[in-house]
């Protein structure tokens, strides 16, 4: 019940695509559920954040989507760069604590 | 404004030895957490420090153990180390009366256990 599935595992996009990583859980105790970006060597970034009472978050590129019925969540990045190749977590929080998914490797060819 | 910072950055150990990790948390923050990163996963949580007292603990084993000092830093301590224990240590930081929302990771430390 504490799981976070994310999927696919890995994505390639060309440039300018719209990438899209989904994830859901299972436990309704969760109030929080941040994105985070990870490059090779270096620790994760949060991205971007969204809580349960609110369908959609915009910052930028980055969009999450909120279906708390069905309990899922999802990432867009709009007009994706070459920039953006990068490794992506969900996560789900309960008073701090963070469950991750299992990561989504982006590429994102010129 | 400095973020997370860790030290060392890489360390490499020999099985049953200890290790003992550093972490700053962000100015202004408060609570500490520790997560282990296997190759190719995502982070594990191993436990949360708040007020120098370990608030939360994840599935880890007592050889796992930790420290905050008054000053919001944290120590991570891992005694007996095995092969297993190889990955990317994370601390991240956060705000209690935000609920600790908003947790900024530090770079991390690679520890290899040979």
């Known amino acids: 019940q504490q799981q976070v599935k994310q999927s696919p595992q890995s994505l390639i996009v060309q440039k300018g695509g719209i990438p899209i990583i989904n994830c859901a859980y299972e436990?309704?105790?969760?109030?929080?559920f941040p994105w985070y970006q990870q490059f090779p060597g270096k620790g994760p970034a949060l991205l971007i954040a969204?809580?349960?009472?609110?369908s959609e978050k915009k910052e930028g590129r980055f969009t999450i989507s909120f279906n708390k019925s069905a309990k899922q969540f999802s990432l867009h990045i709009m007009d994706s760069q070459p920039g953006d190749s990068a490794t992506y977590f969900c996560?789900?929080?309960?008073?701090?604590?963070?469950?991750f998914g299992q990561g989504t490797t982006l590429q994102v060819k010129p | 404004d400095a973020g997370v910072t860790q030290s060392p950055t890489h360390l490499i150990k020999t099985r049953g030895q200890q290790v003992t990790l550093r972490c700053s948390p962000k100015?202004?923050?408060?609570?500490v957490s520790w997560y282990q990163q296997a190759l190719g996963q995502g982070p594990q949580f191993i436990f949360q420090?708040?007020?120098?007292?370990?608030?939360q603990r994840g599935n880890f084993p007592d050889r796992f153990s930790g420290h905050q000092f008054p000053n919001y830093s944290s120590e991570l301590n891992v005694n007996a180390l095995l092969l297993g224990d190889s990955a990317l240590y994370l601390c991240?930081?956060?705000?209690?009366?935000?609920?600790?929302?908003?947790?900024?990771f530090g770079q991390g430390t690679r520890l290899t256990v040979v």
């Open positions: 991240a930081s956060s705000f209690y009366r935000r609920g600790n929302t908003e947790a900024f």
């Open positions: 436990n309704t105790a969760f109030d929080y």
């Open positions: 969204i809580r349960p009472d609110v």
């Open positions: 996560a789900a929080s309960i008073a701090g604590k963070l469950i």
């Open positions: 100015s202004g923050h408060d609570t």
């Open positions: 420090y708040y007020e120098e007292e370990e608030r």
